[in-house]
């Protein structure tokens, strides 16, 4: 079983919909990351959280570190949203362990 | 400006050849990684250099050799090509070693072994 563990693995959204992306991992970290990788391959980094939540225009992240679980929003989707979403926990020697990766497509 | 950036973008080699990646930072950063993703498009730690010393090293084969030149550059050297080392290369970066901070990441080598 990974250490981190994400779903849905893959989600069909219509334009305008409100998207929820989990993440949950089983070890103790010190931040938690969310990372975008658009179809042309390139990995951006959204966020990184080691508590509470995060904004940044129509995404939002939030943690629980009591339940070891994170999501991502996305609200108001649209098709420039569609991309592997992946979830990555910095754990002991700073080293990132990465979720399978969640492929959203949104269709307009 | 590109803050990680990796060359070459695509790489087609033969098995049995050496090839190197090369990565550099603009950003400052005092730590560099390697990772590997596979065509199931899991992203996994090879190695991690901080400050020029290798801190992190998963368990690659030996024939991947990370060399870090200074700290705005980390290259990888792959000897004796496998077509099981096809995937896709990403560098990154980060800020010291024992902070948390954002990791930010080159645009990815693919490699193909044929």
């Known amino acids: 079983k990974n250490e981190v563990e994400q779903s849905p693995q893959n989600l069909t959204a219509q334009e305008g919909e409100f998207i929820t992306i989990n993440c949950s991992y089983s070890v103790g970290i010190s931040a938690l990351h969310w990372l975008q990788q658009h179809p042309g391959g390139g990995i951006v980094s959204l966020f990184m959280?080691?508590?509470g939540k995060k904004k940044h225009g129509r995404l939002i992240a939030t943690i629980n570190i009591q339940e070891k679980h994170s999501s991502l929003h996305i609200t108001a989707s649209h098709p420039r949203d569609s991309a592997v979403y992946i979830c990555a926990v910095r754990s002991g020697g700073n080293k990132l362990v990465f979720g399978a990766g969640t492929i959203l497509r949104v269709k307009s | 400006d590109t803050a990680v950036s990796q060359t070459p973008k695509y790489l087609v080699t033969q098995m049995g050849n050496d090839k190197s990646i090369k990565c550099e930072q603009n950003?400052?950063?005092?730590?560099m990684y390697w990772y590997k993703q596979d065509s199931k498009k899991f992203l996994k730690i090879m190695f991690s250099?901080?400050?020029?010393?290798?801190?992190i090293n998963e368990t690659v084969p030996n024939r991947f050799s990370p060399k870090s030149p200074d700290k705005a550059h980390l290259n990888l050297h792959i000897n004796s090509l496998e077509l099981g080392d096809s995937a896709v290369y990403f560098c990154a970066s980060s800020q010291a070693q024992g902070k948390v901070t954002e990791a930010f990441f080159g645009q990815g080598t693919r490699l193909t072994v044929v």
């Open positions: 950003l400052g950063h005092d730590t």
């Open positions: 250099y901080n400050n020029k010393e290798l801190i």
């Open positions: 959280l080691s508590s």
